[in-house]
């Protein structure tokens, strides 16, 4: 006998195969792309093909098919419930980016073990049952199966037999793993068999014994994967599509699950959908991730025009979306800073100027960015013009220490030094930065970084220095900071920073610090982006030198989307 479990998605992906020997699903996936399936008001369908079974569980894009290749004596709901637990443990761990997992697999294959152990023992049981008042065996055939005759004409029929116990039939028991091992029957009868009696056994059962899972102790680790224990929290997870599926009532026909489950099967297949209910949907889901209101609608309202007047499904929508996230992240210019200041011939260093608010991290990334150019092999010359924050220069200074003793243990021969003044107003913040540019030419150092004092962006007479600073400076990047916790405010704080340097100056890079902290609210990034059409550069994830990445765009949208 074979039987197969497979897991694919409709693009044609294989996901999860039990038996790679045999592959029996072509007919079936045949029948799936002509519409020739019998049963389309439900997520379980099962289906004959050229004397071949197969019971399948869909739900979205999801196939959790199974085959078996003789009469099957499992009732059809237990198939149905271990399918649908099959998908959902796929499910989860899809969401988790946990497919290869092992534990999945172990999992997977934990729920189809026990329902062709179900099989086996049910096709026992019929063999073994004899005497008055009992079905006859039936031999199993690929054929077409005849009833047993009835040997008591003072009862009613029956589709279900009551078998009786006999001294060769092995028991089942269950070991620490969750596996089922056979013992012969002897002394543990007694301490195994804990029905009340024989006739509890009677009837169809609404649910796997197997899959009744408690919570005893006798569940534990087995390298480190906890079988049981994870099965059941994925079985009793809340499924509320499920649920819904046959309560509502679409239209008001009285006929709820055939309305709700033709209404996804439409949307998935092409039909169309409420453009303005999706998009109002998604409008909520933008601004849950701290993208500003006025932003989220920006970009839905772009979606909804571009996609008007044409035959939209759920999947278009979600596409669309990405796609216009994406394109809105991706940087249309090169970030790569490393090429530029290497092919810098000016006979000037490159200066990059860091500017932003109070508190986002501005020092904290300068020193970042500083190691990273120490790592690549480039002189370094911090300039110190925040000249109005107590402490700021000393800051620095201790950021330079640090620096330079992690660099003594590096192969490379750069070095880093800082230049300051001291504190000041007015023109000692211009006057250090043209020193200190002057200075780096002298002493042959390849990059400046120059720190500035933290500003509040709403306030114009902070402000207005930018431009003077800028044209003194003439930095060849000005990168601006801004934390992801900020929210809202971040496209306020990006406008005006971009205004500060005049009509012939704007910001060259975002950095987004504090990215760590947020989770998966990363909305400030679309937020400054949009009212900007500056670029990330790099994204904060921690506290130490090395915590600085590249931008990953489809991560970001990933987050947003989730």
Known sequence: ???????????????????????????????????????LDQNFTTQTLNHKRFYCYHKEDVYVVLYIDAISTID????????????????????????NSEK????????FDMLMKLKQSQVGEENTATGSGT??????????????????????????TKPTKTAKKKLRKWDDSGAMVETDAGADVNALDFSSSNDARDGVVGTLPEMKV???????????????NELNEILNASDDDDENDGDSDVGGNGNGQKSGFFSKLSSYLGGSINLDEVSKKFYEQLISKNIAPGTAKAIIDKIKARLSGKKVTMTIFKQALTDELTKILTPNVSTDLLYEIKRNNTGRPYVISVVGVNGVGKSTNLAKLAYWFLQNNLNVLICACDTFRSGAVEQ????????????????????????????????????????????AKANAFDVVLIDTAGRTHSNAKLMAPLKKFGDAANPNKIIMVGEALVGTDSVEQATNFNQAFGNKRSLD??????????????????????????????VGTGQ?????????VKQVVEMLMK
């Open 509 to 538: 890079f975002f950095i987004v610090s504090k990215v760590d902290t947020v989770g998966d609210l990363v909305g400030t990034m679309i937020n400054m982006v949009m009212a900007t059409k500056v670029p990330i550069l790099f």
């Open 135 to 160: 079905a006859t065996p039936t031999k199993l055939n690929l054929g077409k199966q005849t009833p047993p005759p009835n040997t008591n004409t003072n009862t009613a029929t029956t589709t279900t």
């Open 76 to 99: 059809s709901e237990k198939i149905r419930l271990t399918l649908h637990g099959v998908y959902k443990t796929y499910n989860k761990y899809e969401e988790d980016d946990e497919l």
């Open 214 to 228: 408690n919570n005893e102790a006798a569940f534990v680790r087995n390298n480190e994967v906890v079988l049981v």
């Open 1 to 39: 006998m074979s039987q197969c479990l497979i897991i694919f998605k409709s693009s044609g992906r294989v996901e999860y195969q039990s038996n790679n020997k045999i592959f029996p699903f072509n007919e079936f996936i045949l029948s799936i792309v002509d519409e020739t399936q019998n049963q």
């Open 396 to 439: 620095l200074k201790v950021h330079v220490n640090n620096l330079n003793q992690l660099n003594s243990g590096l192969s490379n021969k750069s070095q880093i030094d800082i230049y300051e003044k001291g504190y000041g107003g007015g023109d000692h913040v211009v006057t250090t930065a043209k020193q200190a540019i002057e200075y």
């Open 544 to 552: 130490t030198y090395t915590d600085i990445k590249r931008l990953s």
């Open 104 to 111: 999945f697999r172990k999992l997977i294959d934990l729920q």
